[in-house]
């Protein structure tokens, strides 16, 4: 079983940074991907960042250009550098990961809250 740890969340203004990590427990091996999501209260979980275990990253439409994913397997981490931040980014942000042998685990979620 892997356990997924989000942080790095908060309280910024418009056009402030933030980074997100997720540590996961056990071993990068067999590692598919990792993704980040996030939730607005009354809309549906979107796809935020994606990486998949050769490196090849996607990201939703909403965030080209000012989010960036990337793994630090020394560490079993992923980020996500979230910068120019505006209002519509407030949500709750879940990292994903996806394991050969354990399939599908979801972190707790870290909240992100942006001001106007």
């Known amino acids: 079983q892997v356990q997924l740890l989000e942080s790095g969340g908060g309280l910024v203004q418009a056009g402030a940074s933030l980074r997100l990590s997720c540590v996961a427990s056990?071993?990068?091996?067999?590692?598919?991907?990792n993704g980040w999501y996030r939730q607005a209260p009354g809309k549906q979980r979107e796809l935020v960042a994606h990486i998949s275990s050769a490196g090849t990253t996607t990201y939703g439409d909403s965030v080209k250009g000012r989010f960036t994913i990337s793994r630090d397997n020394t560490k079993n981490t992923v980020y996500l550098q979230m910068n120019s931040l505006q209002p519509e980014d407030t949500a709750v942000y879940y990292c994903?990961?996806?394991?050969?042998?354990?399939?599908?685990?979801w972190g707790r979620g870290t909240q992100v809250t942006v001001s106007s």
């Open positions: 056990g071993s990068i091996f067999g590692i598919i991907a």
């Open positions: 994903k990961q996806e394991h050969r042998r354990y399939g599908e685990s």
